[in-house]
């Protein structure tokens, strides 16, 4: 049973319709392609999903599109404006935070979602925003580090 | 990029061994890249897989009227279909089956317009089974009366293997302090992010397109065809970004056959994509293997012998998994100087899921049981077990009992950095000192080092690589290359050595290296050769089209082509630097000129190695490494906890390339193989698994991966591409005996079945500290069972 979604993504105001059962996660990639943000397991477990709600990390894979209706979605599409790339997906290209990439979305979302609460995060802090988000490729050691380079280059911005 | 109109340095800067990005990072940053999983084809169906649930049954049944008759379902196959097609090393195999083998054996598989009729079909085929008594571990298998499990394979037998060298009986004889211990590593999987996916689509040719997430698209070509009953030729491999690899798709799984036996049903392209809860269960793992190991050595701590008994659990299936004992006996042989060796190594078919290719194939098992035997020796001749080490490295030039040529070997150099490095030898003795003084928390250090193959491993008939090389009028390169990029970075260092090779920028170069009707051969990304072999093909033709330009540049400038080199996008001038004309003004005058030329060279290059050969005795790879690991834990001996405070790293890389992709993949392979040591288990109970989610499976997080202090030693590989060697796997193979020592060091225990989970720490801390009958009562946290 589809009804009609309000809701913010990326910046910009969409009705559509959407079944009552949708995942978020669903909508925001079969219904929007809005693809960079992934699938990497059944629920909750890897943080590939990672979008964020309001401002906040949430995992679109165990959120009901309906849950967050009239709220603000940014995906990691929303990231980048004008073809400029924010300073964390910078921070993934320059200190190679990413391999495969396929958990790089879900990565740098939860790192976002850590930036606009705590501005000047340290390392620990940083670990302990990205537990819930798995990697494969790179031990999370150049994730570290690049997220402390964003920080590093918001002070210098600042 | 500076503009160097006039005047370029005259010391010519590299790019060797520079931090270079990665070229395909800002679209993975962005959302930008379109993994296979992501694809959506127009007409694409969707296929499932009806899986047994059940270890080993017979199939008296099956009806999917039901299924077939359910709107939107447009094929529903069955064993019945594809019988005869079997595929697989040992052709054991079978797209669809006939009888329940293992749990995740496909039973019927479903196309449908979307993945709910789909699922909804599933559920609508009826099979009746009949359960048969099952095989789950190798030694029951062997048994005489043990329940078959293949007709064609009696006594459950696979693979066997067999190296011998020198005189056993007298080695033996000669060893004044023998080891022997049973070493189990156990079932893990890969986890790649991306889960398992092909989209297959024929055209009316009768040739098929799949988008895979394969690691060696040519051989693939050969090892699906059968499934299929078509030729390999009329297959087109195309291969998409994929959310990792590791080994795992390194062989020809069900799903692939199946997503092109429903496109060839349907006439549409058909999409099959696991959940994570099938990647867990139908995914390959890592080889199971049961090692009794025996190492002998001289009352002075020089080694006399190493024997290694192995008993490998097949699974159900022979897919590359029962295959390392190729690479077992070589770190059985070479790891350390073994003048006489005795190993052999059976596979034995079980009802348990069935193993491929690992990242440390091979080597991450034996290295388990060779760095721990290693430790246990020093102990015993009662000497540091870094000069236990130093006594018994070879050097460069040495040649082990199998024939590996170690013609630049660094083992002794990354020993004594590592050991430095961490003030290993003074650690040891204080924590030794303080094992049983009071306190809950006790610290460790311990040492472990391997070898592995750094220059491919000639398994196959070729170990070589095919490029083709082009420049276009604006000096824009593009390399065609066989090698594949699974996330591993050879995008990084093939860019940047066609930069460095022709004095363009990084970004002016792209790669084509997924098409396998446009690239040329290579046998794929594995054995830790993709830096090696494909760095040499790239380099050999970067200098193909070098010397192509600076003769025609030596004439329009009337030099001497001796005395121009390719610098920051100019033709310059060797002595002074001088630049003298923009390249892309050549490759014009070369395109217009009276006799036209364009820069377009092939290579083909294949290393100078000998194939394996069935009597194992050859020079298998084109080049050898080691990696030393010093790892530091603290240990809770009341829970079991182990926590790495640092791991300190040595490794012979012969030349850095790229800095940042090879600490990259030091840091990742690491992590791989901490979770082997601390983690990660498949708890498989009568053949079927019981943690099949990322909660009940643990991978390593990041608050759990401790500092790394790496130190690259430059061994400068003659055969290398400027002297690199590859380096992937070694950071795998070597971190879990690093910690089982340390382990060992910090309690007095050692575990020989990994995980050292906390419950097997814990359980052996107690055992040594309290033994049985003592009547102590062993501690248990509230809410665990007896």
Same mark, same amino acid.
């Given at each position: 049973m589809k009804s009609v979604l309000r809701i913010t993504v990326n910046g910009r105001a969409r009705e559509d319709a959407v079944a009552a059962n949708a995942l978020l996660l669903d909508y925001l990639r079969d219904g929007l392609g809005l693809t960079g943000t992934k699938q990497g397991c059944d #629920?909750?477990? %890897? $943080?590939? @999903? /990672?979008?964020?709600?309001?401002?906040?990390?949430?995992?679109?894979?165990? !959120?009901?599109?309906?849950?967050?209706?009239?709220?603000?979605?940014?995906?990691?599409?929303?990231?980048?404006?004008?073809?400029?790339?924010?300073?964390?997906?910078?921070?993934?290209?320059?200190?190679? #935070?990413?391999? %495969? $990439?396929? @958990? /790089?979305?879900?990565?740098?979302?939860?790192?976002?979602?850590?930036?606009? !609460?705590?501005?000047?995060p340290d390392r620990d802090t940083i670990r302990t925003a990205l537990a819930g988000n798995l990697c494969r490729c790179t031990g999370y050691v150049k994730i570290l580090d690049s997220v402390e380079a964003a920080v590093q280059a918001g002070e210098e911005a600042a | 990029?500076?503009?160097?109109?006039?005047?370029?340095?005259?010391?010519?800067?590299?790019?060797?061994?520079?931090?270079?990005?990665?070229?395909?990072?800002?679209?993975?940053?962005?959302?930008?890249?379109?993994?296979?999983?992501?694809?959506?084809?127009?007409?694409?169906?969707?296929?499932?897989?009806?899986?047994?649930?059940?270890?080993?049954?017979?199939?008296?049944?099956?009806?999917?009227?039901?299924?077939?008759?359910?709107?939107?379902?447009?094929?529903?196959?069955?064993?019945?279909?594809v019988a005869e097609l079997r595929f697989g090393f040992v052709r054991d195999n079978v797209a669809l089956k006939d009888k329940v083998r293992c749990e995740?054996?496909?039973?019927?598989?479903?196309?449908?317009?979307?993945?709910?009729?789909?699922?909804?079909?599933?559920?609508?085929?009826?099979v009746e089974y009949e359960d048969l008594p099952g095989v789950f571990s190798p030694e029951a298998g062997a048994r005489e009366d043990a329940p078959q499990i293949h007709d064609r394979f009696p006594g459950n037998k696979s693979l066997a293997f067999e190296f011998r060298h020198g005189d056993l009986a007298a080695a033996e004889a000669a060893s004044e302090l023998i080891v022997d211990n049973v070493f189990r590593p156990h079932h893990v999987t890969h986890c790649c992010m991306g889960t398992s996916c092909a989209i297959a689509d024929f055209d009316h040719n009768g040739k098929l397109t799949i988008w895979t997430q394969t690691q060696y698209p040519y051989n693939y070509k050969m090892d699906l065809a059968p499934a299929l009953g078509i030729h390999p030729g009329d297959i087109r491999v195309i291969q998409p970004p994929v959310g990792g690899a590791f080994g795992s798709k390194l062989d020809v799984y069900p799903y692939e056959p199946i997503a092109a036996l429903l496109a060839r049903k349907t006439g549409r392209p058909v999409k099959v994509m696991y959940s994570r809860e099938e990647e867990f269960k139908a995914s390959p793992t890592r080889q199971a293997a049961i090692i009794h190991m025996r190492?002998?050595?001289?009352?002075?701590?020089?080694?006399?012998?190493?024997?290694?008994?192995?008993?490998?659990?097949?699974?159900?299936?022979?897919?590359?998994?029962?295959?390392?004992?190729?690479?077992?006996?070589?770190?059985?042989?070479?790891?350390?100087?073994?003048?006489?060796?005795?190993?052999?190594?059976?596979?034995?078919?079980?009802n348990n899921p069935y193993a491929?290719?690992?990242?440390?194939?091979?080597?991450?098992?034996?290295?388990?049981?060779?760095?721990?035997?290693?430790?246990?020796?020093?102990?015993?001749?009662?000497?540091?077990?870094?000069?236990?080490?130093?006594?018994?490295?070879?050097?460069?030039?040495?040649?082990?009992?199998?024939?590996?040529?170690?013609?630049?070997?660094?083992?002794?150099?990354?020993?004594?950095?590592?050991a430095t490095a961490s003030d290993y030898s003074r650690k040891r003795k204080e924590y030794a000192a303080l094992r049983d003084a009071p306190g809950r928390y006790k610290k460790g250090i311990g040492l472990a080092s391997s070898i592995h193959n750094a220059g491919?491993?000639?398994?196959?008939?070729?170990?070589?690589?095919?490029?083709?090389?082009?420049?276009?009028?604006?000096?824009?390169?593009?390399?065609?290359?066989?090698?594949?990029?699974?996330?591993?970075?050879?995008?990084?260092?093939?860019?940047?050595?066609?930069?460095?090779?022709?004095?363009?920028?990084?970004?002016?170069?792209?790669?084509?290296?997924?098409?396998?009707?446009?690239?040329?051969?290579?046998?794929?990304?594995?054995?830790?050769?993709?830096?090696?072999?494909?760095?040499?093909?790239?380099?050999?033709?970067?200098?193909?089209?070098?010397?192509?330009?600076?003769?025609?540049?030596?004439?329009?400038?009337?030099?001497?082509?001796?005395?121009?080199?390719?610098?920051?996008?100019?033709?310059?001038?060797?002595?002074?630097?001088?630049?003298?004309?923009?390249?892309?003004?050549?490759?014009?005058?070369?395109?217009?000129?009276?006799?036209?030329?364009?820069?377009?060279?092939?290579?083909?290059?294949?290393?100078?190695?000998?194939?394996?050969?069935?009597?194992?005795?050859s020079d298998h790879?084109?080049?050898?490494?080691?990696?030393?690991?010093?790892?530091?834990?603290?240990?809770?001996?009341?829970?079991?906890?182990?926590?790495?405070?640092?791991?300190?790293?040595?490794?012979?890389?012969?030349?850095?390339?790229?800095?940042?992709?090879?600490?990259?993949?030091?840091?990742?392979?690491?992590?791989?193989?901490?979770?082997?040591?601390?983690?990660?288990?498949?708890?498989?109970?009568?053949?079927?698994?019981?943690?099949?989610?990322?909660?009940?499976?643990?991978?390593?997080?990041?608050?759990?991966?401790?500092?790394?202090?790496l130190h690259f030693i430059e061994s400068h590989c003659a055969e290398g591409p400027y002297g690199a060697k590859g380096i992937s796997e070694l950071p795998t193979i070597v971190i879990a005996p690093a910690i089982a020592n340390a382990l060992y060091n910090a309690t007095g225990v050692r575990i020989f079945d990994p995980p050292m989970s906390p419950e097997k720490v814990a359980r052996a801390i107690f055992e040594r500290c309290a033994p049985a009958g003592s009547g102590a009562v062993e501690p248990r946290l509230a809410g665990t069972a007896a």
């Open positions: #629920g909750g477990e %890897c $943080g590939a @999903c /990672t979008v964020l709600v309001d401002g906040r990390p949430r995992l679109a894979c165990c !959120t009901l599109a309906h849950s967050v209706a009239d709220g603000t979605v940014e995906t990691i599409e929303g990231l980048a404006h004008n073809g400029r790339l924010s300073r964390l997906q910078r921070a993934f290209h320059e200190h190679l #935070g990413t391999q %495969c $990439g396929y @958990c /790089t979305p879900g990565m740098i979302m939860a790192a976002e979602g850590l930036l606009r !609460t705590e501005p000047r | 990029m500076q503009e160097t109109a006039t005047a370029s340095p005259t010391v010519k800067e590299t790019l060797i061994g520079q931090r270079v990005r990665k070229p395909d990072a800002p679209d993975k940053a962005t959302g930008k890249t379109r993994y296979i999983n992501d694809m959506v084809l127009p007409q694409m169906l969707i296929g499932k897989v009806l899986f047994a649930g059940r270890p080993h049954a017979r199939i008296v049944r099956i009806d999917t009227g039901a299924a077939q008759k359910l709107p939107g379902v447009h094929a529903v196959l069955t064993g019945k279909d995740h054996d496909e039973i019927a598989a479903v196309a449908a317009e979307t993945e709910e009729i789909a699922c909804r079909a599933l559920e609508l085929i009826e190492t002998g050595c001289t009352r002075d701590g020089v080694l006399t012998f190493r024997t290694a008994d192995v008993l490998l659990d097949n699974g159900a299936y022979t897919s590359w998994g029962p295959t390392i004992p190729v690479i077992m006996m070589r770190t059985t042989s070479g790891h350390y100087r073994v003048p006489v060796v005795d190993f052999k190594a059976q596979a034995i078919y079980t491929g290719s690992f990242r440390g194939y091979g080597n991450v098992q034996t290295t388990w049981a060779t760095a721990q035997q290693m430790d246990m020796l020093a102990e015993m001749v009662d000497i540091d077990p870094l000069e236990f080490h130093l006594k018994n490295a070879q050097r460069s030039g040495e040649v082990t009992p199998q024939r590996s040529f170690l013609r630049e070997c660094a083992l002794v150099e990354c020993l004594e950095t590592a491919g491993a000639k398994i196959h008939k070729s170990d070589g690589i095919g490029t083709i090389l082009k420049m276009d009028d604006y000096a824009r390169v593009t390399v065609i290359t066989g090698a594949s990029e699974i996330g591993q970075g050879i995008d990084a260092v093939i860019t940047l050595i066609v930069a460095e090779e022709l004095g363009v920028p990084l970004e002016h170069v792209t790669l084509v290296n997924n098409d396998s009707d446009v690239a040329p051969w290579d046998v794929g990304v594995h054995a830790s050769r993709t830096t090696f072999i494909a760095g040499n093909g790239t380099r050999r033709a970067a200098r193909k089209a070098k010397a192509q330009i600076l003769n025609a540049a030596a004439k329009m400038l009337e030099e001497s082509p001796e005395d121009l080199d390719l610098r920051a996008g100019s033709v310059v001038r060797n002595t002074d630097g001088a630049a003298l004309i923009k390249l892309e003004r050549v490759l014009r005058q070369m395109h217009f000129q009276a006799e036209p030329e364009l820069v377009m060279v092939t290579d083909y290059y294949e290393p100078k190695s000998e194939p394996e050969g069935a009597a194992h005795v790879s084109a080049a050898y490494s080691h990696a030393v690991h010093i790892a530091e834990i603290t240990v809770d001996t009341l829970t079991g906890e182990i926590k790495v405070d640092k791991v300190t790293v040595a490794q012979d890389v012969g030349r850095v390339i790229n800095r940042m992709g090879l600490e990259g993949q030091i840091e990742g392979g690491l992590a791989i193989g901490l979770g082997y040591a601390l983690s990660e288990d498949m708890r498989i109970e009568n053949g079927m698994l019981k943690n099949a989610c990322f909660r009940d499976y643990k991978l390593i997080t990041a608050p759990e991966m401790p500092p790394l202090d």
